[in-house]
């Protein structure tokens, strides 16, 4: 396989782009894989964990050992009814982490989880290159001015409803259409403020059920049709307990499953909890498609 070109569903796509996240560039002629880092005492699988910055880095160290080109570092569980945290309490827990790995880690990509632009904001002026933003820019409409001043990268995620309701019975007439029409909305306003650096992030599981999950995932590769890098979600996720009866602890198979099928579908990058897992199913598709 040619390191330009990625195939997916039987169509050649071009991935020879390369997105610039800050000062930073990440280079998506392969899938890339995000490594996460929760800092939230109540995340629905790792929360609690790393809770204190050297397990953090720890962590860390051991995600870009396993081929992680992005650290996700979230201090706000958005899981599926999640009380809403206070913004100082946020920036309280993130920020000593954000500091500490640009420190420690100088050449890796730290991504920012959070709807919140003061958040945001304190954390680029700490190093950060990336925002994660599960709103797509719904929660605080400040964000995109942000983002239009700064120049770091931006993943506009899908999101019906908050996390505190979004499950609550989710309903769509055609959930893929609804999703692409939202992201055009979105990319449309970013590219007017002058926001390039843009990766799209369905949004499985945040305002979604178990049936919608499955059919976006089957139509991944609708989303490719604006010309940027599709991000996914999957990693332990209820769209794998609730077919398979495990719980987030029991599910790293069937993530790597799920996360193998969106390669094939034209994933760009991969959010995971398990760093070598994801890798390894993309260094596998990789050889498959040659």
């Known amino acids: 396989m040619t390191p330009d070109k990625w195939s997916a569903k039987g169509t050649l796509f071009s991935k020879n782009q390369k997105l610039k996240c800050g000062e930073k560039v990440l280079d998506l002629s392969m899938p890339r894989v995000i490594g996460v880092l929760n800092i939230t005492p109540d995340s629905f699988y790792d929360g609690g964990r790393f809770t204190n910055i050297p397990e953090g880095l720890n962590h860390v160290e051991r995600m870009i050992a396993d081929g992680a080109a992005i650290i996700d570092v979230g201090a706000a ?48 002026n700490l190093g950060a290159d990336m925002i994660n933003d599960i709103s797509g820019g719904l929660f605080d409409d400040k964000m995109f001015g942000l983002l239009s001043q700064t120049g770091v ?104 499953v799920l996360n193998t099928i969106a390669i094939l579908m034209g994933a760009d990058i991969l959010r995971v909890h398990d760093v070598k897992e994801a890798v390894e199913a993309i260094e596998l598709c990789a050889n498959f498609m040659r």
């Open 77 to 124: 569980s958005t899981r599926p009814g999640a009380a809403l945290v206070p913004e100082g309490v946020e920036l309280e827990r993130l920020l000593p982490y954000v500091e500490a790995v640009r420190k420690a880690f100088p050449d890796i990509i730290i991504s920012i989880d959070t709807y919140r632009s003061k958040v945001a904001s304190n954390a680029i």
């Open 153 to 256: 990268a931006y993943i506009l995620m899908h999101i019906k409803g908050t996390p505190g309701s979004m499950q609550h019975n989710p309903f769509y007439e055609d959930v893929v259409n609804e999703i692409s029409l939202f992201f055009a909305c979105q990319v449309k306003l970013l590219r007017k403020m002058g926001v390039e650096n843009i990766i799209l992030d369905p949004g499985f599981g945040f305002g979604k059920s178990v049936g919608h999950n499955y059919e976006i995932l089957q139509k991944l590769d609708n989303f490719t049709e604006l010309g940027l890098p599709v991000a996914v979600g999957v990693s332990r996720k209820s769209m794998i307990n609730k077919v398979l009866g495990t719980l987030p602890s029991e599910a790293l198979n069937g993530t790597t």
